[in-house]
Nanobody
Framework: DVQLVQSGGGLVQAGGSLKLSCAAS????????MRWYRQAPGKVHELVTS???????HYTDSVKGRFTISRDNAENTLSLQMNSLKPEDTAMYYC???????????????WGQGTQVTVSS
């Protein structure tokens, strides 16, 4: 069975740091594009960052310079290091797998269960 199991997250003060992890199994992880999405209450789902199978990264403007996505294809894991957190980063965060390793398509094949990140002011 395909699984994306998330860990990390929690409550942190503004300016603090958190790290999210996502452990993948049941599919050929190294060939997939991996993404982090987030959804805040009352807001639409937002693509935060993505990493291609070759390791090329993309970030939405609001997190550039603060968030870092990385992947370990040997361990089938995905990470999101979040620094200088702001209250507006508060959301449920989801890891996602896309079969197009170049991250060229929008359709997500698999989702993680989500993990809450709350940043207090």
């Amino acid at each position: 069975d395909v699984q994306l199991v998330q860990s990390g997250g929690g409550l942190v003060q503004a300016g603090g740091s958190l790290k999210l992890s996502c452990a993948a199994s049941g599919f050929t992880y190294s060939t997939y594009c991996m993404r982090w999405y987030r959804q805040a209450p009352g807001k639409v789902h937002e693509l935060v960052t993505s990493i291609t199978s070759d390791g090329f990264t993309h970030y939405t403007d609001s997190v550039k310079g603060r968030f870092t996505i990385s992947r370990d294809n040997a361990e089938n894991t995905l990470s999101l290091q979040m620094n200088s957190l702001k209250p507006e980063d508060t959301a449920m965060y989801y890891c996602a797998a896309v079969s197009d390793g170049r991250c060229s398509v929008s359709d997500v094949n698999y989702w993680g269960q989500g993990t809450q990140v709350t940043v207090s002011s």
